[in-house]
């Protein structure tokens, strides 16, 4: 039998995902058969998920935080919504987000019984705060703003969704799963030290080159946390807060050793590269007559006629498109100026059709 290789990255421009770091991948060799979810009794491995936080923490803005690092992205929104839930004891909870949240929350609607109210965006593909206002009521748990959204790479108003949430006596919960490694460069306002949000979700296997999986949810207070323990009697630690059992205890060790090689300096110096990558692309398709739509992190958006579309992913281009219809194009490490280059040179083929003789 053949063995099989993984797949490569050169002409991946869709994925949030990334080749890890060398020192996060020989970490993850190391913790390969260790599971955080019994810290009592893998301590080396609780141990480095106690800097993982730490190091999280920092990033974020928040001097202490509580939490773990969890599968991804779809575990850390649904737990932040079950804690919620569970602090809050309502008979019929609901959760307000803009339309441009994760495809995550509708699970977690559906496995939590939360009814999901979503409310559209505004002209810039941000949270509409008037439509938020509206939507909530004396049974909303909890408000999602999402700082990095997965389709437009836009940042909603933190701050002002945070008022509004607490207004209403519901918790506020920020997804910067893909952008949390990026925004800490940036002017905007989308973490712990900018607005008091209540939880967060920021994934180190995606800006963060740590393996998958390697997600992270982080809590202002320990109560909210404590709000997802259950009793553990058959294992060393007495209870456990994560919504699974056993954990990837090299996810938790990668995202360790990622963050050690790379916070600050390699993150800054990665982000800046991309985002010159990404308004470098944006430019060149708007220069052929793409409708685009300007990057304000290093993601693109555009209009790409089907045919065209199709016709990248028939020469192994793997893109896809967002709920509207636009090709995205997300400016990964892995991306190089070089890939977009061919990318675009392909394209310049396609467009031009068939040669004449």
Not at 116 to 132: K, Q
Not at 190 to 201: I, R
Request: aromatic residues 8%; contains cysteine; hydrophobic residues 40%.
């Amino acid at each position: 039998m053949q063995r099989a290789a993984p797949q490569q990255f050169d002409r991946v421009l869709s994925s949030m995902c990334t080749k890890p770091h060398p020192a996060a991948r020989e970490a993850a060799e190391r913790f390969l058969a260790t599971n955080p979810g019994d810290p009592a009794t893998y301590q080396a491995v609780a141990a480095q998920e106690e800097d993982a936080l730490a190091s999280l923490g920092e990033i974020t803005g928040l001097d202490e935080p509580h939490g773990y690092i969890a599968s991804g992205g779809t575990e850390a929104n649904i737990q932040a919504i079950r804690a919620a839930r569970n602090l809050v004891r309502d008979d019929n909870p609901n959760v307000v987000a803009p339309e441009s949240i994760h495809f995550s929350f509708q699970k977690a609607a559906d496995v939590l019984g939360v009814e999901l109210r979503i409310v559209p965006v505004d002209g810039d593909y941000r949270a509409d705060t008037e439509a938020v206002r509206e939507a909530v009521d004396d049974h909303t748990i909890l408000v999602a703003g999402v700082a990095g959204t997965t389709e437009f790479g836009r940042v909603d108003p933190i701050p002002e969704l945070t008022d509004i949430a607490h207004d209403a006596g519901a918790l506020m919960h920020v997804d910067a799963a893909w952008g949390g490694f990026i925004l800490p460069f940036t002017d905007h306002e989308w973490s712990f030290a900018h607005a008091p949000v209540d939880s967060m979700t920021i994934d180190p296997h995606k800006y963060g080159q740590a393996v998958v999986p390697a997600g992270g949810l982080l809590f202002r207070n320990k109560e909210v946390l404590d709000a997802l323990a259950v009793d553990t009697p058959y294992l060393e630690s007495a209870s456990q807060a994560s919504l699974t059992g056993t954990r990837s205890g090299a996810g938790v060790a990668s995202a360790a050793a990622a963050m050690r090689e790379l916070w600050p300096d390699g993150y800054r110096e990665t982000y800046e590269r991309q985002q010159a990558n990404a308004n470098w692309f944006y430019n060149e398709l708007v220069a052929r007559g793409y409708d685009a739509v300007e990057p304000e992190l290093p993601l693109v958006a555009a209009r790409l006629p089907e045919p065209e579309f199709d016709s990248l992913r028939d020469l192994g281009w793997r893109i896809s498109r967002t709920a509207s219809g636009e090709l995205r194009v997300v400016c990964m490490p892995h991306v190089t100026r070089e890939s977009l280059r061919a990318f675009l040179a392909d394209l310049d083929d396609i467009a031009r059709g068939p040669a004449r003789n």
